[in-house]
């Protein structure tokens, strides 16, 4: 237990350097803030490897002198050596039990509702049928201009209210079951959009960062962090589609319409990213309106130097150790009998407290 809330304060340290990050680099582009957030995340979960791998960095630990009455020894040790003390377990114990399975309970519910949110997605895809030529055709050039060399496959459900984008190995848009009837220019920005979320690998980096979520689901940090990963995400699409030429008054207004029509999404649950969020809908339109926002590439040199600089901020915090291990054990007299209400003062062969 004593190793679990460690690891949680080590890891909740890098999540707040990272959330810091964010609000000292909101003016550079969503896709550097996008970068930024997923490798902080990644960093915060990887706490226990570098704990372990990285070498140990000794943080001197306060001692904290405790009376206890009854019968004491006095002993001499070397300040390598350590003592057995007299512990007493009991509803200490109970509570740790408590602790651990309400912690694997809430990460196995939070993880339950991802497997369900993705089987229901798989069996609506099942179910539903090919869009027609003219999506096909609108993908085969925005797969081009985007660069991404995988076919993603375009289908339309029979879901009134649905418009999300999964699969890695073989990606799929899931349209609604009016998508049929829109005009080409609302299929061509809403292509743009979800065929950048591919081309950005946003569903894989998604899925990773709720699963770390899921295991840390007790840490509001995690919750925030995830929630700004999402929205960086959609405003880096944003970006990607603006950049393709879509002028951004009628980008909004398809936005603003779609949203409308849906009045949904609020379904964080479903492991995949979605247009036409309205928990994030204000704050893009403002963003794709304003000619000042920074929506520049990010170079793969400057990626690298900013992840040298938060793995040199991780790693210490991984690294930080305490300078004793706590002493646990029992106390016996001299014919063997345990001395539960002992009280034991460990002391230097120099004669100064250890």
Known sequence: MNFLIEMMLRSSLVMTVGLA????????????????????????????????IAPAWRVPAPVTPIEI????????????????????????TDWRRVLM?????????????????????????????????????IESQLRARLRNPRPVGILVTRHPRLLVTWGAIAPVILLPAGAGSWSPD????????????VARRDWMIQLLAEMIR???????????????????????????????????????????????????????????????RPSTLERRVRAMLNPQVNRRRVSVAR?????????????????????QNTPAGTVTDPSGRPLGDAAVRLASTNGEPA
């Open 303 to 323: 990626r690298l130097a900013f992840a040298v600089l938060l793995i040199a901020i991780a790693v210490p915090i991984a690294a930080a150790a305490r300078a």
């Open 101 to 137: 399975m309400v912690w694997l309970a809430g990460a196995a519910i939070t993880l339950l509702i991802m497997v369900l949110g993705a089987a229901w997605l798989s069996w609506l895809g099942s179910r539903a049928v090919a869009a027609g030529d003219n999506w096909t055709s």
């Open 214 to 276: 899921a295991i840390n689901w007790f840490n509001p940090l995690f919750w925030l962090a995830c929630a700004r990963l999402r929205r960086e995400s959609e405003h880096a699409c944003d970006d990607i589609v603006l950049d393709l030429g879509i002028g951004g008054t009628s980008y909004a207004s398809h936005l603003i319409d779609l949203a409308r029509t849906f009045s949904v999404h609020g379904r964080t649950w479903l492991p995949a990213p979605s247009i036409a």
């Open 186 to 197: 609302r299929i061509r920005l809403v292509l743009a959009h979800e065929m950048a979320h």
């Open 69 to 92: 009455e009854g019968p004491v020894f006095e002993a001499s040790i070397q300040p390598e050596q350590l003592i057995v003390v007299a512990a007493t377990r009991g509803a200490a």
């Open 21 to 52: 990050g964010l609000w000292l680099l909101r003016r550079q582009p969503a896709a550097f803030r996008h970068w930024m957030l997923a490798a902080a995340l990644a960093l915060a979960a990887a706490q226990p490897i570098l704990n372990s």
